[in-house]
């Protein structure tokens, strides 16, 4: 089995460029923390999941503010921001550490990177003997999650890695209707408000009961009264949001699955070391 190892870029660097505990400095004095905490998350992954191959993707810069990917360290950041910069400012810093590493890394202004790792776990669930292995804070990505994908959600000890047991044991619905889930119950990181009245666990029964968004809107007169007129009222809203949330996997990947390499990172290799290596420390 080959394990590809596809880090969702944007959302990391902003996991690490907010959530550090300390501001590092390169010897120029420009701020590297983003660049730092990544590389070092980057170097701790392949130590857990030992993959063969790495591809990190950024997409377009159109989403993932500090809400969304560590809503728990948003103090001060309007002033973190005056004074550090831009996270992407630490992008090319970044890169260099990449290609020391030999870990290939994509960019595709047209697309978000959801799209593009959802193209790619449409490609690799078609693949015998192939493994991916999704790092990422994004839930829309957990629809994504087959026999062959899951996903890796970095909260430090409440890391958890997501497979198609560990989707059924916190929602209580298969990966594939997670789209259907979110649309019902909303999603604050992506300021999408969910059905007046449906909390996680009603959306699940609906969802046990209907199968999917869809079917359930198409018989409306079968749930309990209680939800009929909000269902009823909802139903534009609730297929907007489905539209927002669901990933058809058809984004054209700017790389084949073939051209994907194996990596060259040493498990000896310290964050520290490969910043200094490239003149960045």
């Not at 857990?48 to 993707?57: A, H, S």
């Not at 002033?79 to 910069?85: K, L, P, R």
Request: aromatic share 8%; hydrophobic share 40%; with cysteine.
């Amino acid at each position: 089995m080959q394990r590809l190892l596809a880090v969702d870029g944007q959302n990391l660097l902003l996991q690490m460029y907010y959530g550090m505990p300390s501001r590092v400095t390169s010897r120029d004095g420009r701020y590297v923390h983003g660049t730092f905490g990544f590389i070092g998350m980057l170097l701790k992954l392949v130590r857990t999941f030992q993959p063969d191959c790495i591809v990190v993707i950024f997409g377009r810069n159109s989403s993932g503010d500090s809400t969304e990917v560590n809503p728990e360290n948003q103090a001060d950041q309007s002033v973190a921001c005056e004074e550090e910069g831009d996270p992407f400012s630490q992008l090319a810093d970044l890169y260099v550490c990449l290609d020391y590493l030999g870990v290939q890394h994509v960019e595709a202004q047209e697309y978000e990177a959801d799209d593009l790792l959802a193209a790619l776990a449409q490609e690799i669930s078609g693949q015998a003997q192939q493994e991916m292995v999704i790092v990422s804070s994004d839930s829309d990505l957990l629809q994504l999650v087959n026999p062959q994908v899951s996903v890796y959600v970095h909260r430090g000890k409440r890391s958890i890695w997501y497979r198609e047991k560990e989707v059924w044991e916190r929602y209580h619905v298969h990966p594939s209707q997670m789209a259907d889930f979110k649309a019902l119950v909303g999603d604050r990181s992506d300021k999408l408000a969910g059905m007046p009245g449906v909390g996680n666990k009603t959306a699940a029964k609906l969802l046990a009961d209907f199968g999917s968004l869809h079917v359930l809107l198409n018989n409306v007169y079968k749930v309990p009264v209680r939800l009929r007129d909000s269902l009823s009222a909802s139903k534009e809203h609730l297929l907007r949001n489905y539209a927002q949330i669901r990933l058809d996997g058809k984004a054209p990947l700017p790389f084949e699955l073939r051209s994907l390499t194996r990596h060259a990172v040493r498990e000896e290799y310290t964050v520290t070391q490969v910043l200094r290596d490239n003149g960045i420390l």
